[in-house]
């Protein structure tokens, strides 16, 4: 099943896809955040709106992110092993950043880039929807907490991480002498604006239950920028498979109901050898379009504003 979130005649609604362009009202489950916490119990619900909810048209609707407030989105850094190369060193484990639930939008809703954010490119990543708490979980059990699949767009400010490296002496207590301390050298750059700034985080339009894909790992990804294609990649040359990524996460941060991982980047260039790097919204115009293999297209158009900083100094 294919659910959705969207505004609908003057409300804010949730669906289940039941013809190819059309939804079926879900009314008696709140949001899809309170859907997913229902469990297999929630299946009642919208096999209820497949029976007898109201139809309406996609045409129609304002689509939002599938999950409008996830309690954290965990994004996977550097999980394609097309990027393997590119590394000096690295650790032998998934890396994860967070990014906010304000920098979510829904499908057809515009990214909206600044001038003074710099450089800013787009990646098409999977999503996975976390159904049931999870801590602690090993790999083996870890596909039990999958409620279902989204496509991701994991925009990321290059200009904004450049502006936000720092290059310093970290400081550490001496292995053999505690008292003393260390000093490293260590380059540094926190994500929080040139991966968590508003509209920087694409959801949608669907999130497809995670009975009908059948291999997470084997889902094939390819990504539009205009009518340019600047990436064609699989889900398969992730360095980690799903499993292992809510199994590395959950011994660090408890999943939650509705809590989102997105996978990592598939950027293996294009035939014509075009990627996302190529894809500067400041200099390309949108808009941005991600399919993967099963859950559909998800498009967003790029709005530049041309604005300046504001008056953020009190002197």
Known sequence: ?????????????????????????????????DLIGLGRYGDEH????????????????????????????????????????????A??????FLKPSSSLVGHNEPVKIRTYYGSVHPEPELAVVIGRTARDVDATDAMAHVFGYSIFNDITGNGMRAEDMFHYWALYADEKNPDELQ?????LSYAARYKGTDTFACMGPFITTADEISNPDALDVSCKVGDETIAED???????????????????????????????????????????HHANFQRVAGPVEITISGLGTLSNPVQIEDKAMGQWRLS
């Open 91 to 96: 650790p032998d484990h998934p890396a994860f």
């Open 183 to 187: 000093r490293r050298e260590q380059h």
């Open 1 to 33: 099943m294919k659910l959705a979130s969207f505004h609908y005649d003057g409300a804010d609604r949730i669906g289940v896809l039941k013809n190819h362009d059309e939804l079926a009202l879900i009314d008696s489950a709140g949001d899809m955040t």
């Open 234 to 276: 699989s889900t398969r040359y992730y360095n980690y498979k799903v499993a292992e990524l809510i199994s590395f996460i959950s011994q660090f941060q408890t999943l939650e109901s509705g809590d989102i991982v997105s996978c990592g980047t598939a950027f293996k260039p294009s035939k014509d050898r075009k990627s996302i």
């Open 46 to 89: 919208i096999n209820h709106a497949l029976e007898n909810g109201d139809v309406i048209n996609c045409g129609d609707v304002r689509w939002h992110p599938p999950v409008r407030r996830p309690g954290k989105i965990c994004g996977v850094a550097m999980n394609n092993s097309a990027s393997n190369e590119r590394k000096i060193s």
